[in-house]
């Protein structure tokens, strides 16, 4: 949390007021595998980032100043690995609170031997707020995020008008967010909340969805999904100003 932000909170508690946040994950503790515990031994001084480090200089971070992509929840890296690996031309950093994907991620990042790739082990949306700098995204990627599938949970869904605008901020002019889903009630969602949002435009022609695009790898769960002929939906949104 930024010391601003964190400082408004702290004067609103003592001033007796409730705040309530309302987050996108419940975290799990699970347990580390022996592989997860020691890749993240290994692996953590060059690969990781800290949140309570406060604003990145993504060029001292990557030793370059390539485009940078940046991926919210990547669950146990599989799909992240994959895209860094088949674009060593670009940058990218994953942001996920479990612990045990981090560790994974970590695992399948050193046996590729890609070097840019960096994880953090936090709350995506703190991330983006203190650690992040306005105007410096290529790309913002949120694949099959948690879909909060009862209608009392949807405020808990990371997609909403507020965290859209602050997302809109950290990308560069003509920098796009994609995200995906196989859930067909966020879909929409994810398309009402973006065709409400200024100053974005969608990049499907005919103003929804678009094909996956071959950069977003196929994922075990999805190639099973189409099989079992259940859906999924990409979004993608380019930031016009
Ligand atoms: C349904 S999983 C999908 C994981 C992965 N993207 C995939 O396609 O397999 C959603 C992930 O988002 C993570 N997540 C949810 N809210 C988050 C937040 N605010 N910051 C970081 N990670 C978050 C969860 O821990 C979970 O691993």
Request: hydrophobic content about 40%.
């Amino acid at each position: 949390m930024s010391e601003s932000s964190s400082n408004n909170l702290e004067q609103a508690k003592q001033a007796g007021k409730y705040i309530r946040t309302i987050r996108s994950f419940v975290k799990r503790e699970g347990r580390l595998t022996k592989g997860q515990a020691a890749a993240l031994e290994k692996c953590w001084a060059t690969m990781g980032l800290e949140h309570k480090d406060g604003m990145l200089d993504l060029a001292a971070v990557f030793g370059n100043s390539n485009d940078v992509v940046l991926e919210i929840g990547f669950g146990m890296g599989k799909s992240l690995v994959e895209m860094a690996k088949n674009a060593p031309q670009l940058n990218f950093i994953g942001i996920e609170v479990h612990r045990p994907g981090v560790g994974a991620c970590l695992m399948d990042a050193d046996a590729a031997g890609i070097t840019n790739l960096r994880v953090f082990e936090h709350d995506a949306v703190e991330v983006l707020a203190d650690c992040i700098a306005d105007n410096s995204l290529s790309t913002l990627q949120l694949f099959f995020p948690d879909p909060w599938h009862k209608k009392r949970h949807h405020k808990r869904r990371i997609v909403q008008p507020d965290f859209v605008e602050k997302l809109r901020s950290k990308l560069k002019i003509g920098g796009v967010f994609h995200m995906a889903t196989d859930w067909e009630n966020y879909a929409e969602h994810m398309l009402e909340v973006m065709q409400s949002a200024e100053k974005f435009k969608n990049q499907s022609t005919s103003n929804d969805y678009v094909p996956r695009p071959e950069t977003r790898p196929l994922t075990k769960f999805e190639q099973r999904g189409h099989r079992l002929g259940h859906g999924v939906w990409d979004l993608m949104f380019a930031r016009t100003n």
